[in-house]
């Protein structure tokens, strides 16, 4: 893994890349009436769990496929991919004052 | 600690691929966004397009088996995440709890993987990791 990560990297396409400890060791917040609840995990009931995550920037979602198959995983594995929202996908929906406050949020969790 | 705030909405394994968002409830979610960096906790955050709009490649079979979304068996898909990092999971709890989410969705807490949390052989194989990560290409 650590070998395709280089590729990523050295094709300029990584941007960030994470493993996440188990779902035994983590917890999952319900929102009813307006207040949030803690269960903690395994969570059995679910049929798919992340356990890590890739963030590359690729021209396409063909690219990113491509990228992908060339993982080194056996059987079981799957990789889901989804495309991050931009601030250019929300239109009108994203006035100008929270285009600006969502410029300044990144820009200050970046530091 | 770095904790991954997973966003869980329900019903967002079937929404299109040009789903609209609603205002009112982005600005609610911003004014959250704005409280976990004003926290000095926030290390990154991002919304996904639906699945409708993606694709899964499995390795089932040794191959790379490539199925278009929407995933019709999946009654849970991620709609977005949060990274934080904060001192236990507790914190990350308690932050996940104020957040404005509404009945249909789940936040799930998970830590993140650090290299101390391996042994010594899994360190060994996973050399130049942190190097990597420093040269990413951020935005």
């Given at each position: 893994m650590g070998k395709f990560n280089e590729e990523l990297v050295n094709a300029g396409m990584m941007e960030a890349g994470e493993g996440l400890h188990p779902s035994s060791k983590g917890a999952r917040i319900r929102y009813a009436g307006g207040q949030g609840r803690a269960s903690r995990g395994?969570?059995?009931?679910?049929d798919d769990l992340v356990a890590g995550f890739w963030l590359i920037k690729a021209g396409s979602l063909d690219e990113a496929i491509d990228w992908m198959k060339r993982a080194p995983f056996g059987g079981g594995a799957e990789i889901e991919i989804r495309q991050v929202f931009s601030a250019e996908d929300f239109g009108d929906a994203l006035t100008p004052q929270l285009r600006e406050q969502e410029e300044r949020l990144r820009a200050q969790a970046k530091k | 600690m770095r904790f991954m705030l997973l966003m869980i909405p329900q019903g967002y394994c079937s929404a299109p691929p040009d789903v609209q968002l609603d205002p009112e409830r982005v600005k609610a979610m911003m004014k959250y966004n704005e409280a976990l960096q004003q926290a000095g906790i926030l290390i990154t955050l991002d919304g996904l397009h639906p699945p409708s709009a993606g694709a899964r490649v499995s390795f089932a079979s040794g191959k790379p088996v490539v199925t278009d979304g929407?995933?019709?068996?999946?009654k849970e898909v991620l709609g977005g995440y949060w990274m934080i990092d904060v001192k236990s999971q507790e914190e990350a709890i308690a932050w996940a709890c104020k957040c404005?989410?509404?009945?249909?969705e789940i936040i799930e807490i998970r830590r993140v993987q650090e290299m101390a949390d391996f042994s010594d052989e899994v360190r060994e194989a996973a050399a130049g990791f942190a190097e990597m990560q420093g040269r990413t290409a951020r935005r």
């Open positions: 395994p969570f059995p009931l679910t | 929407p995933f019709t068996e999946s404005p989410a509404s009945e249909n």
